[in-house]
């Protein structure tokens, strides 16, 4: 393979995962609005019960919408007890959302200029 079909070959790739970075970033966002302005007790009627938890197991995400529920709460001690794994969860949805808004701005503000 020679220099130039390498190069391809990664500008090929750095496109795929911007395509999935992007998409990654509307559904945090989409998750987070959700989240913070859907009345919790029609979220937590609609989400279905876990497959895990059927047959008496836990999956790593298993409460994690109603951890994710008294995270916006502010019931940190609440939302540990229901998923530990919730609070990383939470917290990369909201990197990824205000650093995919900032990038989307960055370039709104640039073809604008």
Known sequence: ???????????????????????????????L??????????????????EYRKIGKECFLCGSTRAFIDLKNMNFDKAWSLNKFSFF?????????ILFLKTIIKKYINTKL
Not at 89 to 97: C, E, H, K, S
């Open 1 to 31: 393979m020679n220099l130039k079909q390498k190069n391809q070959k990664n500008q090929e790739l750095k496109n795929a995962i911007q395509i999935v970075w992007q998409i990654s970033g509307v559904l945090s966002i989409l998750i």
């Open 33 to 50: 609005l959700v989240v913070f302005f859907v009345d919790e007790n029609l979220i937590l009627s609609k989400m279905p019960t876990c």
């Open 89 to 97: 969860i939470f917290g990369a949805l909201v990197i990824n959302a």
